[in-house]
């Protein structure tokens, strides 16, 4: 036996993984499930039929939660389909920087200022105008699989 001590590099998230198992049959409409490698929230399922030996498939078409882009797989319902941990978070918006990062309170009063401005559009200019309207603004934040990005905006009234 040796007496020198061992190092061991600590991970952040404590080695908890991004997504869970779930039987493919259970996965229901507004659900999530991640497929091609991106967290979707499901939109559409159907399921078809077993054949003469066969399983029967559920198609799933599912929209990615971050880049709105639509995308389907075809799995047999007794398989499992890996389904991301999905985290919403509310935070109260401070400052809007020039090269486009947002910096918000959080919870126990420290501030988070590695998030980007949301690309679409109407979400955008709504949190630009409220802004520089001086308007108390929260906005939520959505994580999965180790991507975050703003996707809603609250008014809570005037500073």
Do not use: W
Not at 113 to 135: C, M, N, V, W, Y
């Amino acid at each position: 036996m040796s007496d020198e001590e061992h190092q061991f590099e600590s991970k952040a998230d404590a080695g908890a993984s991004k997504t869970y198992p779930q039987q493919a049959g259970t996965i229901r409409k507004n659900g999530y499930i991640v497929i091609k490698a991106r967290p979707c929230k499901v939109v559409e399922v159907s399921t078809s039929k077993t054949g003469k030996h066969g399983h029967a498939k559920c198609h799933f078409v599912a929209i990615d939660i971050f880049t709105g882009k639509k995308l389907e797989d075809i799995v047999p319902s007794s398989h499992n389909c890996d389904v991301p941990h999905v985290n919403r978070t509310d935070y109260q918006l401070i400052d809007i920087s020039e090269d486009g990062f947002v910096s918000l309170l959080t919870e126990n009063g420290s501030t988070k200022d590695d998030l980007r401005l949301p690309t679409d559009e109407s979400l955008l200019t709504q949190i630009k105008d409220g802004f520089a309207e001086g308007k108390d603004l929260v906005v939520s934040v959505m994580s999965a699989m180790g991507e975050e990005q703003i996707c809603a905006l609250k008014d809570i009234g005037p500073k």
